[in-house]
């Protein structure tokens, strides 16, 4: 959730800054080729769309229900889910958005990624297969949490 608020704030002074430099005299059109405030204008909608998708990413991170799984129970949304493959440990935390970043040795998982897909809805002893990268891999629930 931090890592989206942080995101979120970047975004919002990037926004900021591109609104201003479109507004400012020294964006006015030179000649009938100067692009640069409507340039300017395209990277601020931009950002102000990236901005609303983000809000509702933290709003949604915010309303998800967190708290432990209990046992026996599937992997779902706010689930800490440990796998193995092959011998390999590792640990994923299913969120709705955030997919890709990590919390220390935790990387954040979405139902949108082939992963998250295959995880969502598997207990502890399930077996799941994902494509990733092109390869087929089988993966093991250790436990949902």
Known sequence: MGALASDLAVRERAYRAAREAA??????PENDKDTRALELTYLARGEAMRIEELRVAVAETQA???GPVGDGQPARLGALVATDEDGVEALFWLAPHGGGSRLGAIQVLTPKSPLGQALLGKRAGDE???VLAGRRRSITIVAVA
């Open 64 to 66: 998800m229900a967190v």
């Open 128 to 130: 799941c297969d994902a």
């Open 23 to 28: 507004t400012h005299d020294e964006a006015k």
